[in-house]
Structures are given as C-alpha cells and as structure tokens.
C-alpha cells in the first residue's frame, strides 16, 4: 500500500513586505497585513499561530484574544503603552523589543505621536514558544532547529541564509519573513550581508495532534530530503558539519 507521506516533509516559505493580505481594523484604528498563519488540525477553524504586520494609526483599543499569547514588536515610528487595566503594569513598547503579554487581558494602546509600525505574532495557548534577536557575523554561523515552527523577521540590514535540507541560500532583508516548518534537527546557516544585520527568530512547539498538512500561503514555498526528528529545545549554534 503507498501511503502519502508529502506532509511530513520540511517546508520553507518565504514573504516579502507587501505580500499577504491588508485587512482594516473596525474600528479604523489601525490595519493588519496577514504574513502567514496556520490552523490546528483537529480544529480546523481556531487558529495556531499567525504572524502579521500592523500599522497603528492612532491610540484605540486591541481586539481580546482570550486563549492566545501576543509578541508586540515595535518596527518604526515612536514608542507608545500598553495599559492592561490591572491585569498586568503598563509597558512602553520600544523599537526592536519585543514585548509578550496574554491576548485575552482588556488592552488599550495610548499612541503619543506618529503611526507605528509592529510585528505581531500570536499563538494558541497549547504552542510552546521562545523567542530570540540575532545578530550575524560575516562569516557564516550554523543554529540548529529544534521545534516543529521556526519563524525569522528581518529586522534590519540584509543577511544571507542557507536554510535546512539542502535549499539554496536565500538573502533576507529588513521587512522580509521566512517560516521553516517541520525541520527539527536540520541546521540553518546564517550570515550578515551588512553590519547592521538583525534576525527576529520565533521557535514554536505545538501539540501533534495540531500540526497537520502545510498549506502554501503566499511566499515562496519549498521541500526536499524528510527532516530528522530530535528534542526540542531553543535553537542555539552549532559548530559545522
């Protein structure tokens, strides 16, 4: 008997700025452009996580998103607050520091001055996610995935990739995301182009009976050799091999 074995095999998408779809906010405080976002399996219509980028217009109201965790992270324009009416202390959210807070708390953004222009990610409760900033070297650096999502945002200069299983490297600038699925135990190799590179890197663990086939989204999807399945832990560097 042949079974169909496609969907476990690594996929890599790749997502420029002005890729995904812009949806206006209701209540015309802002609007988001979906990057990509994967469901669960076994629920179909609830959201695993989705990464997304927003421009926040003036100060107003952030929708509940009770069951998720949020990552805020401030790409341009000024620095504004969170206040969480009690449930938390109020933060300032400043450029490249992403901030991490419950979806579901009551959340008011006091916007002081221009447009600001954010990453979002968010994930159901049952992913498992860490983050990190990276900043590459001019020689080429190896970081080993191990969690079933990796998510990487350009935040500044141009870096060069080699993502796992054998693609071709790839140049990832400011703007740019790439989403690596199914990859564990594979190695991502990594250097900057420019002095200023920097990486935003999501590692997300979700429960198995939630990853199911992956859908190609817009971006440049990609596939070869079946990954390696190893533990997970936060991706850390390597030494080549």
Same mark, same amino acid.
């Given at each position: 008997?042949?079974?169909?074995?496609?969907? *476990?095999?690594?996929?890599?998408?790749?997502?420029?700025?002005?890729?995904?779809?812009?949806? @206006?906010? =209701?209540? =015309?405080?802002?609007?988001?452009?979906?990057?990509?976002? *994967?469901?669960?399996?076994?629920?179909?219509?609830?959201?695993?996580? *989705?990464? +997304?980028?927003?421009?926040?217009?003036?100060?107003?109201?952030?929708?509940?998103?009770?069951?998720?965790?949020?990552?805020?992270?401030?790409? $341009?324009? /000024?620095?504004?607050?969170?206040?969480?009416?009690?449930?938390?202390?109020?933060?300032?959210?400043?450029?490249?520091?992403?901030?991490?807070?419950? /979806?579901?708390?009551?959340?008011?953004?006091?916007?002081? =001055?221009?447009?600001?222009?954010?990453?979002?990610?968010?994930?159901?409760? $049952?992913?498992?996610? +860490?983050?990190?900033?990276?900043? @590459?070297?001019? +020689?080429?650096?190896?970081?080993?995935?191990?969690?079933?999502?990796?998510?990487?945002?350009?935040?500044?200069?141009?870096?060069?990739?080699?993502?796992?299983?054998?693609?071709?490297?790839?140049?990832?600038?400011?703007?740019?995301?790439?989403?690596?699925?199914?990859?564990? /135990?594979?190695?991502?190799?990594?250097?900057?182009?420019?002095?200023?590179?920097?990486?935003?890197?999501?590692?997300?663990?979700?429960?198995?009976?939630?990853? /199911?086939?992956?859908?190609?989204? @817009? =971006?440049?999807?990609?596939?070869?050799?079946?990954?390696?399945?190893?533990?997970?832990? @936060?991706?850390? +560097?390597?030494?080549?091999?």
């Amino acid at each position: 008997m042949n079974l169909d074995r496609s969907w *476990r095999r690594p996929v890599a998408t790749f997502v420029g700025p002005q890729d995904g779809r812009e949806i @206006p906010w =209701g209540n =015309g405080g802002g609007a988001s452009r979906e990057l990509i976002l *994967r469901t669960r399996a076994d629920t179909p219509d609830r959201l695993l996580w *989705r990464m +997304s980028t927003t421009r926040i217009l003036t100060s107003c109201p952030f929708s509940a998103y009770a069951g998720y965790k949020r990552t805020i992270t401030l790409l $341009s324009g /000024g620095a504004f607050t969170l206040d969480f009416f009690g449930e938390a202390p109020a933060h300032t959210v400043a450029r490249f520091e992403p901030f991490d807070f419950n /979806g579901g708390w009551k959340t008011h953004c006091n916007l002081p =001055g221009d447009i600001a222009v954010v990453l979002n990610v968010m994930a159901d409760e $049952s992913v498992i996610y +860490s983050r990190t900033t990276l900043t @590459p070297g001019p +020689s080429a650096s190896r970081y080993r995935l191990e969690t079933d999502a990796v998510l990487l945002y350009g935040l500044e200069g141009t870096t060069r990739l080699a993502a796992p299983f054998d693609l071709p490297a790839a140049e990832m600038k400011a703007g740019d995301m790439m989403a690596i699925e199914r990859a564990q /135990g594979e190695d991502l190799e990594m250097a900057g182009n420019t002095n200023d590179a920097r990486v935003l890197f999501f590692f997300l663990l979700s429960p198995p009976r939630a990853v /199911g086939a992956v859908s190609r989204l @817009p =971006g440049t999807c990609r596939e070869d050799r079946p990954a390696a399945a190893t533990g997970c832990r @936060p991706a850390r +560097s390597c030494p080549s091999r």
